[in-house]
């Protein structure tokens, strides 16, 4: 656009664009080193500035798309239908409009009228709702699009008794995969034969030698075979919480309800019925102290009764005869009240007198009463007749509603109710304005209640001076209080029956408050119910979306008591009077009950004899459309005569007044205290208020005051606001044209009418908020106008586009915060977006009209039609001034313009357009609204562009509001360009001709400036700021300059990740999850949207998305470690990259993963152990992304792989640095680890734990109550919570599976979604994985010719590897394993030329998947274990390596795997053998004979797991037999230290950390022993003597030499772990686990052999470590020395007798058990497990521990004999075991104790009592690699009754000194001992046992040493009681002296009475016989057992 077109002040404006202010921000911010050096990048422009986009059509018109229509063609263009222009019929509730029809309506409510019935003129887009702004992905959504899934079969899914899965049926026979199935036979395995088994069916083609590249095809067209189309629908749903931006369209402006309460009047019923009784119910609100209901009038009197009124009553219409009403209540609260009020038939006598014959007479007298009740009945019957027409009052009562809400309780309450469910998005912006009614302590809800009927008994008599409103509250309070004074009254006793519930949705029957029948109703017939109207208790922010209309009146009180006369019984009849004639009452009274719908007079109650009566009737009057000035309501009062008298009229009208509605255009309302006139008022008077003394009046009190009566109108026609009303009428005289006009005192002329309308523009910010909101579509209704359409009032175009433009902002502000409450989720104000959405349409007549006719014409016919005057007047006009600021002078526009814009309006052919249809100017359904006479404004200048001028010159305060609502005035403006381009077929014209350039300016002005503003605001809140990346490739993977400025929008989004992702941005993890929640957002509306479905498609739309690729890749080192063992990650990069810092140091290569060497093997199945040992997660720099961020990122990272051209990835791998490779293979290593499958229990497993968890504290508590679980069980348990919690797989699943609970937080799924759950979770694990694939397949194509090809294909095999190694399903491992089979076939060397450790790897896989329950699976692993061979074969003439690894693994794999089966292996070993025989290519070599060789060895090892099976439920079975097989393996070192690794994680996996420690000290040991014979290096342990210190046991690995191992021999010793870094590993380990197992003191034994290598290896983070650890060791052995806090084992000997137990028989063992085990828990075990194996009754447990005698047991039974035991030291041992550690640890002597008497019985007299020592040696020392050893030796001895008494009584000297000793003192022990030593006992005390043995001297001499010694013992007994007494005496209280007493008197009965016996002289002493006198507690006299 050329310069001289620009408006003058577009140059001023300041350009500043977004890039440029954030340039700024970020330099401010930043400040560091790196800004500079990253700005100057090779990008050419940092990521913090903004890079202007290409102009779209400039690039369109220069470069025609060249594609065919279709798809790819939509792609590039816009959609040429995308807007659509629709008038939805506004929604009305009623079957009849309500809107007056009357023509002679004023402009205001004509304008009311208008606004009310017109249709909604709505702009629709038609591809708006593929938006995820619009139509979220949500996880319904999701499951829809997840139907008619593929169900995937897992390996891990699939069990030993289920079905095999679709493709196994033919072999589910054979199946043998769980215990159960398994010959219990320990030979029975021997039975199957490998040569008779069936094979499985081989694969076509696999022996056939074909092309590489063939095979890469046909496998490439397999792979894309039965794919999912959309990945993204197999992932979680966006979170909620992280939407971009959620989009509705907006609720269409309703009718505000609250929530909506049923009342039904049943019946009512008094103890006599005479008379009729007429019913009010209204709600109060006692806090608010207000009415917060109009009434709603009842009748339930019978026919009969009503029958009494006939003489008055007309027939009723049908909507006076209801009985139920609908309440609204907007704010809830318990405070509120059901008011029901009953009057009666006026009658002589007060209320009391009236009232007294009901609350005297009961129903049960009736015949009693019969004369009298026929006397009140017939006085009822004369007052209906005569004064049937007046009421009075007579009872009332109140329903508290609270306590019915409450007493019944909420309606459906269910654990999702009740539950913290987060609303979801669509429900949030649905809440109105009622949903922050109740809060805090008022939360009190009446929509949700069961329904009640109540009875209500007592009324309470109406007082005639307690009348009023503010007395009632007062009555009302008083009834919430305990003792109400209410309740002392007698009551009036009646029935009355009502029912209370929550109002349905759609109640049939139902009347609006102007008595419209509401839809549905079906029979005009039917009784109604009625709508009640709401008057809230406080404001209610709700625009008018219908007519309404209504007045209320209601009289307060009359004061008469100066007038003379019989003046009391007064009534005031209400009159709505159109003139000053009677005959001019308008019948706009609404009925009550029973009678006309609509009235022209109203009468209050009468108050009998009461001068000054209050009144507390309500008049409801339905308002006139127009009200003009002679409406007023006239009020006549009336003394009524209640007795007929003689010449005394009915009603004597005794005085008269008025209110006249109108004034000064305005309706009245308020309190009034009116004058009253006792003399008809004169002429005229309508016109005048009351106040006005008119001549010749007489008037009561002297024109005071006398009746108070308030006016309170409910009308959307009137706003009873003074700023309101005045803009309204200032407007509206502008539009009828209408001077001079007198507004309030002023009369207004066209001179004065400019200036009082700007000052009401700017008094509109003063308007009441509510009656503001209540009329917001008027306000902005006509402000658009203004703006839009400025009047000419004489002539001159009066300027109030910024007056209008202003107000405009306020009022929107003031909507908004009146609302602020109820915003959506973006902070819009609903109310603003309806109105825009909805109600907003352009004012006036719009540009030229169709069919070409020149703009000048229409100018002319309108300034012709409007104002009379010439049209070269306003035309001059209009080219020196803008239609909005007057200081601007303007040309409209150029000749150019004009001429351009008339030629693109010809020669349009749309004949779909609304040319011709009802919808164009004039039709039937015009969408302009008429063009108003006084708008003569340029009707070129259209709303959206003076906004847009308007807001870029307004003032900084209108600016500062304008920008908080920017989004309504965009809105309002995009609304206007789109209703512009419709209505004038613009849509057609070329896109830069659409809009004028001043406008275009004027945008670009606004978007920089609203830009600037936003970005300053953020800015001052936010710390984050970040640098740009550096990267080095420039091309369209890279977020370079060029891409940003091709690809504007998803460049500036994926440079917001990336700057977010930065690791130095301050603060940026905040913004992690957002910005990669935006990224998923968008993809997944790529992958749900219908266009984008073909693949070409897709893969332009993948385009945009390439440099997520390299972002991810950069991001590597943060995401979460979703592949790490234990904190360790693997990087792939690391091997490709040798210039990568810190990744050549051993400190983080030489610790392999702990969880990897447990499994055992060079790589456990499935475990996640580093592929080459990267960095510590530690080490990484940047926050590190959560796990459901990594996981997000990394799906984007697929969809993109899956949808990109595969020859463009080809391109880019081929142009990346080697570094860059590795880091992309690491980043597909990791979207593999990601993505696993986690199988149906582990879904299951999580559901249980959540809805478990709340539980299991209780349980626990039960249980340890109640004594059903024993300590052994809770230390297994304790021990398995602590390794799981620290096995940190378990912990990763779990977190990253949460997310399939993000929108409902209930816990317990059901079956069936926990099935799919695992249905999806299957699908995306197989696509991810096939994606992973491709791009593997892509990079290995792509590195054929590459120099460093070997180390490239290194790592890709080790990702392929892993793939295999995970949890897979059956169609992953299909392809998985056809492109091992390719590359193994392109790259042999790989494998046999390199590193052992990855073909050992890939045996280990291809051995797990061969014994795959699923067929598919085993075919496959058989064809790649077949092919393995015969490459290695080919290579060198043997497969000796491929022999050796696959042993070893197959022994790794029956250790470790828990559900492995045999028969299916062995079905696999079938199918190589018959591969071997079938390949005529290797027929003449030795190749088949090797091969059946190692299968036939494959078998034999098959065997013994069968028996290993066959144990799996006896753990000490189970360990006995992986010993066995290990010692088996004696002089294969590989496969014994895969078995010893085997043992060591069945001991974890059991909690037996000291036996899993031993197990890798032997394991250590067997390495040592293999490096000595290789090198003598000094640093190096000597071999297994190097660890005798850490276990005697561990000289049994010495067995290896020279002569049974050749360490060069190719095969053997060839894992990983016989290097230094294997050994280092083992021995962290081993300290890993006695650390574990509280055995801190051999933690440094271990070290010590550790820390030597350690230091040759200069390694020291890795000791500082060690020394850390050691440290923590010593620490702990220090605060736990006494031993009693860490408890090592129990012991007990078992012993098993009977035929039953085979090799077992006659066997006797030590076992370990955990701490504090009892007796009865290992017998119970032991008894169960047997019964279990062997049937009930045949197991039986010895329950003594004498000798067993095999031949009195039964020979088919089984018998166990347990015992506990104690390790026995000798004295000697004792000087160096002195700690608690050293007294458990290396044990091998076992001591139990049998009692026993001559005659057999186990206990007798002392005399006869003995005692039987047993003393057990084992084969090895406890700790031990098992937890069960063989007894190998036994010696016992026995005790005569007198060395059983030295026993004893040597006992309990002992515990009396130790307690004696003890520091600090224990007074309880000591008390304790001695009351056992010196107290009085019963039987068998020290006293006894020396009276048995000291009373008499032994007639045997050798008992004299016996004797003496027990005399010693005695005495020496004797004295330690005299040093415990003299303690205790030191340490008790004044309260305990009289024990002490007591204790030393019982001392000296005890010493007088051992006195006698202690000193008697013994016989001369025999000397001692070496040969005749024996010792027997010395270990020379046992008698040796030896077994």
Not at 978 to 1001: A, M, S, V, W
Not at 1298 to 1306: F, G, I, K, N, P
Not at 1346 to 1375: D, M, N, P, T, W
């Amino acid at each position: 656009m050329a310069a001289s077109e620009r408006r003058a002040f577009a140059h001023k404006i300041n350009r500043t664009v977004a890039a440029e202010v954030r340039k700024q921000v970020s330099r401010e911010r930043s400040g560091s080193p790196h800004s500079s050096r990253r700005s100057s990048s090779s990008l050419g422009v940092p990521l913090t500035e903004v890079i202007e986009p290409l102009d779209f059509e400039d690039v369109l018109l220069s470069r025609p798309p060249d594609v065919e229509p279709g798809p790819l063609r939509d792609l590039i263009e816009f959609p040429a239908d995308d807007l659509e222009l629709l008038k939805q019929p506004r929604e009305c509730r009623t079957t009849e409009s309500g809107v007056p029809e009357d023509g002679k309506l004023d402009a205001q409510v004509r304008a009311a009228v208008a606004m009310y019935s017109e249709d909604w003129v709505i702009v629709r887009r038609r591809y708006q709702h593929l938006s995820t702004a619009y139509s979220p992905v949500t996880t319904e959504t999701q499951r829809e699009r997840q139907k008619g899934l593929t169900c995937q079969v897992f390996e891990q899914d699939t069990s030993g008794d289920e079905r095999m899965g679709p493709e196994d049926t033919d072999d589910s026979q054979h199946c043998s995969g769980s215990p159960e199935d398994t010959p219990r036979s320990s030979g029975a395995s021997g039975i199957f034969s490998l040569r008779n088994l069936a094979a499985d069916s081989l694969l076509p083609a696999l022996l056939e030698r074909a092309a590489p590249e063939d095979v890469d095809r046909r496998n490439e067209a397999l792979r894309r075979q039965h794919r999912a189309p959309a990945l993204l629908t197999l992932y979680p749903a966006p979170d909620e919480d992280e939407a971009v931006e959620r989009c509705s369209l907006p609720e269409p402006p309703r009718e505000h309800f609250g929530q909506r309460i049923l009342v039904k009047c049943l019946s009512l019923k008094f103890e006599i019925e005479i008379e009729p009784i007429f019913g009010t119910l209204a709600l109060y609100d006692v806090r608010e102290k207000k009415k917060i209901s109009e009434n709603f009038y009842f009748d339930l009197n019978s026919d009969s009764v009503k029958g009494l009124l006939r003489a008055h009553g007309t027939h009723p219409a049908i909507s006076t005869l209801a009985r139920s009403a609908i309440f609204s209540v907007t704010y809830p609260s318990p405070d509120i009240f059901l008011v029901v009020k009953l009057e009666k038939v006026l009658q002589q006598g007060d209320i009391s007198e009236c009232c007294e014959p009901y609350m005297v007479m009961k129903e049960a007298d009736t015949a009693k009463n019969k004369e009298k009740l026929e006397r009140l009945r017939l006085a009822a019957e004369q007052f209906c007749t005569r004064l049937g027409r007046y009421r009075m009052p007579f009872a009332w009562t109140a329903v508290h509603l609270a306590n019915i809400v409450s007493s019944v309780g909420p309606q459906d309450r269910d654990s999702d109710s009740e539950g913290e469910r987060r609303p979801t998005w669509a429900e949030r912006r649905r809440r109105g304005p009622q949903d922050r009614g109740c809060s805090g302590d008022d939360a009190c809800s009446f929509s949700s209640f069961r329904p009640a009927t109540l009875t209500v008994t007592n009324f309470f008599k109406q007082e005639a001076e307690r009348l009023s409103d503010e007395d009632l509250f007062k009555f009302l309070a008083d009834m919430r209080r305990p003792s109400s004074l209410l309740r002392r009254l007698r009551p009036v006793t009646a029935q009355l029956k009502i029912d209370i519930s929550p109002a349905p949705e759609n109640l049939h029957f139902c009347l609006s408050p102007e008595l419209l029948h509401v839809k549905p109703y079906p029979d005009p017939r039917g009784r109604p119910t009625k709508e009640v109207l709401e008057f809230p208790a406080r404001e209610v922010y709700a625009p008018h979306t219908c007519y309404r209309n209504l007045l209320f009146v209601y009289p307060h009180s009359l004061n008469f008591s100066s007038r003379q006369g019989s003046v009391r019984n007064l009534a005031v009849r209400i009159q709505y009077m159109a003139g000053e004639d009677q005959s001019q009452a308008l019948p706009v009274i609404f009925g009550k009950s029973s009678c006309s719908e609509f009235t022209r007079e109203a009468f209050t109650p009468v108050i009998y004899h009461n001068k000054s009566p209050e009144f507390y009737e309500e008049f409801k009057l339905r308002l006139p459309a127009c009200v003009t000035e002679n409406h007023h309501l006239f009020f006549t009062f009336y003394h009524v005569s209640c007795q007929p008298r003689p010449g005394t009229a009915l009603e004597t009208p005794v005085g008269f007044t008025w209110i006249p509605l109108l004034q000064h255009g305005r309706l009245r309302t308020g309190p009034f205290c009116l004058p009253v006139s006792v003399d008809q008022p004169p002429p005229s008077y309508s016109v005048l208020t009351p106040d006005v003394a008119l001549p010749g009046m007489r008037w009561v009190d002297g024109h005071k005051g006398v009746f108070s009566v308030e006016l309170t109108a409910v009308s959307s026609v009137h706003p009873q606001d003074p700023h309101l009303d005045k803009f309204f009428t200032l407007v509206h005289v502008l539009e009828e044209g209408t001077f001079p006009f007198r507004l309030k005192e002023t009369v207004l002329s066209e001179a004065t009418v400019e200036q009082e309308l700007r000052a009401s523009l700017a008094a509109l910010r003063l308007a009441s908020p509510e009656p503001l909101v209540a009329f917001s579509h008027h306000v902005l209704d006509k402000l658009v106008h203004l703006v839009v359409r400025p009047p000419i009032i004489g002539g001159q175009i009066v300027n109030l586009g910024r007056g209008a433009f202003e107000a405009m902002a306020h009022v929107a502000s003031l909507v908004h915060r009146s609302l602020e409450a109820v915003q959506d989720c973006r902070g819009h104000c609903p109310l603003l977006a309806a109105y825009v959405h909805y109600a907003f349409r352009l004012p006036g007549g719009d540009l030229s009209l169709p069919g070409g006719v020149p703009p000048a014409t229409v100018q002319a016919a309108t300034l012709a039609r409007g104002s009379g005057r010439p049209t070269s007047l306003y035309l001059t006009r209009s080219k020196s001034i803008s239609s909005s600021n007057p200081d601007l002078a303007v040309v409209p526009g150029s000749v150019d313009d004009e001429v351009s814009r008339i030629l693109a309006t010809k020669g349009v052919d749309r004949s779909h357009s609304w040319v011709n249809s009802a919808y164009a100017p004039g039709g039937s359904k015009a969408v302009l609204r008429r063009v108003l006479p006084y708008c003569g404004a340029d009707p070129r200048q259209l709303l959206h562009e003076e906004l847009a001028l308007q807001w870029v010159v307004s003032g900084s305060a209108v600016r500062e509001v304008a920008l908080q609502h920017a989004w309504f005035f965009f809105q309002l403006m995009i609304k206007s360009m789109e209703l512009h381009l419709l209505l004038n077929q613009r849509l057609d014209t070329p896109r830069k001709l659409r809009f004028p350039g001043r406008f275009l300016d004027d945008i670009a002005a606004l978007v920089a400036s609203v830009g600037l503003e936003v970005i300053t605001r953020a800015h001052k809140s936010s710390t984050f700021s970040s640098q740009a990346p550096d990267p080095k490739v420039t091309s369209m993977f890279e977020l370079s300059g060029l891409f940003r400025q091709q690809h504007f929008l998803s460049g500036l989004l994926l440079t917001e990740l990336a700057l977010a992702l930065d690791p130095e941005a301050e603060g940026a993890s905040l913004l992690h999850k957002k910005a990669i929640s935006a990224v998923h957002s968008l993809l997944c509306s790529h992958d749900v949207d219908s266009r984008y479905t073909e693949a070409t498609v897709k893969a332009k739309v993948a385009e945009l998305y390439l440099p997520l690729l390299s972002l991810a890749r950069d991001t590597l080192p943060r995401l979460h470690g979703f592949a790490e063992g234990s904190g360790q990650r693997s990087r792939l990069a690391s091997m490709l990259d040798s210039d990568t810092e810190g990744e050549g140091d051993i400190g983080g290569t030489i610790n392999p993963s702990v969880a990897m060497a447990i499994a055992g093997g060079p790589l456990a199945p499935g475990s996640r152990a580093s592929i080459s040992q990267g960095p510590s997660a530690a080490a990484r720099s940047g926050c590190p992304l959560s796990a459901e961020s990594s996981r997000t990122l990394l799906v984007c990272v697929l969809w993109v792989l899956k949808n990109a051209e595969p020859a463009l990835l080809q391109r880019w791998a081929a142009d990346l640095a080697l570094p860059q490779l590795g880091r992309l293979l690491d980043l597909l290593y990791l979207c593999l680890a990601a993505f696993e499958y986690k199988g149906k229990r582990a879904f299951e497993r999580i559901n249980s734990l959540t809805f478990k968890k709340s539980l299991d504290m209780k349980a626990r508590l039960e249980e340890a109550i109640l004594g059903t679980i024993g300590a052994r069980q809770e230390m297994v348990r304790r021990s398995r919570e602590r390794s799981s919690s620290g096995n940190q797989e378990n912990v990763r699943w779990r977190k990253s599976v949460t997310h399939w609970r993000q929108t409902s937080d209930r816990v317990d799924k059901t079956k069936d979604e926990m099935e799919h759950e695992a249905l999806v979770d299957g699908n995306l694990a197989t696509e991810a994985s096939l994606v992973v694939l491709d791009m593997l397949e892509i990079i290995v194509q792509t590195v054929m010719l590459s120099e460093a090809r070997e180390s490239i294909l290194s790592a890709v095999l080790k990702v392929v590897l892993y793939s295999l190694g995970s949890a897979q399903s059956a169609l992953f491992l299909q392809h998985g394993l056809a492109t091992q089979r390719a590359l193994v076939s392109k790259f042999p060397e790989l494998l046999f030329e390199e590193d052992t450790e990855l073909c050992a790897d890939l045996c280990l896989r291809l051995l797990r998947h061969c014994g795959s329950r699923i067929s598919t699976i085993r075919i496959h692993a058989s064809a790649s274990l077949y092919l393995l061979m015969r490459q290695n074969f080919e290579i060198g003439h043997n497969f000796a390596r491929v022999k050796m690894l696959v042993t070893m693994s197959l022994s790794s794999l029956v250790g470790t795997t828990q559900n492995f089966s045999e028969e299916h292996l062995r079905r696999s070993l079938k199918t190589i053998l018959t591969y071997a025989e079938e390949d005529i290519g290797l027929r003449d070599s030795t190749f088949a004979e090797q091969v059946q060789d190692l299968m036939f060895n494959l078998h034999m090892i098959l065997t013994d797991t069968v028996k290993m099976k066959e144990h799996q439920e006896d753990p000490e079975m189970l360990m006995d037999l992986m010993y066995r097989i290990a010692r088996g393996y004696q002089g294969s070192p590989d496969l014994r230290l895969t078995w010893l690794q085997n043992m060591a994680g069945k001991h974890a996996e059991l909690g037996n950390h000291a036996e899993a420690a031993q197990c890798m000290v032997h394991a250590a040991a067997l390495v040592a022993e293999y490096l000595a014979l290789l090198e003598d290096s000094r640093h190096l342990p000597v071999g297994c003597v190097s660890f005798q210190n850490v276990s005697s046991n561990v000289l049994e690995e010495s067995a290896i030499s020279d002569d049974i191992l050749s360490p060069d021999e190719e095969g053997f010793c060839s894992g990983k772990n016989f290097t230094e870094l294997g050994l280092v590993g083992l021995l962290e380990q081993a300290a890993a686990y006695f650390t574990m197992g509280g055995l801190y003191e051999a933690v440094n034994e271990v070290y010590k052999n550790l820390i030597p290598i350690l230091e040759a290896h200069r390694d020291y983070k890795k000791l500082a470590a060690v020394h850390g650890k050691l440290q923590e060791a010593f620490t702990k052995i220090m605060h736990q020395s006494s031993g009693w806090e860490r408890v090592f084992g129990t012991y007990f000997r078992v012993g098993f007798y009977g035929a039953r137990f085979g090799d077992l028989d006659e066997q006797e063992f030590v076992y370990k058990e955990p701490s504090i085990t009892k007796l009865a828990e290992i017998s119970h075990r032991l008894e169960e497990f047997y019964t279990e194996r062997f049937g009930d009754d045949v197991v039986e447990i010895i329950k003594d521990s004498n000798p067993v005698d095999k031949s009195k047991l039964d020979p088919q039974k089984a018998y166990i004999q347990i015992t506990y035991v104690e390790p026995h030291f000798d004295t000697y041992e004792l000087k160096d075991r002195v700690t608690y550690f050293d007294r458990n640890y290396g044990l091998r002597a076992f001591l139990f104790c049998t009692p026993f008497t001559p005659d057999g019985r186990a206990h007798g007299e002392l005399a006869e009592q003995h005692k039987r020592k047993t003393l057990l040696s084992t084969e090895h020392a406890f700790p031990y690699i098992k937890t069960r050893i063989r007894v190998c030796h036994r010696e016992e001895t026995v005790l005569t009754p007198v060395e059983v008494a030295i026993e004893d009584m040597q006992k309990k000297t002992r515990e009396l000194a130790f307690a004696t000793e003890q520091d600090p003192p224990d007074a309880k022990m000591l008390q304790m001992v001695l009351q056992g030593s010196v107290g009085p006992t019963v039987n068998q005390g020290p006293l006894e046992v020396a009276q048995v043995f000291l009373a008499e001297i032994p007639e045997d001499p050798k008992l004299f040493r016996h004797h003496n010694k027990l005399r010693l013992c005695f005495k020496d007994f004797c004295k330690k009681c005299e040093d415990a007494l003299r303690k205790n005496k030191a340490l008790i209280g004044p309260d305990q002296k009289e024990y002490h007493r007591e204790l030393e008197r019982h001392y000296s009965r005890l010493r007088e009475a051992l006195q006698p016996l202690l000193t008697q002289r013994l016989p001369q002493m025999l000397a001692p016989s070496s040969t005749s006198l024996r010792n027997s507690l010395n270990r020379s006299s046992f008698r040796k057992a030896d077994l």
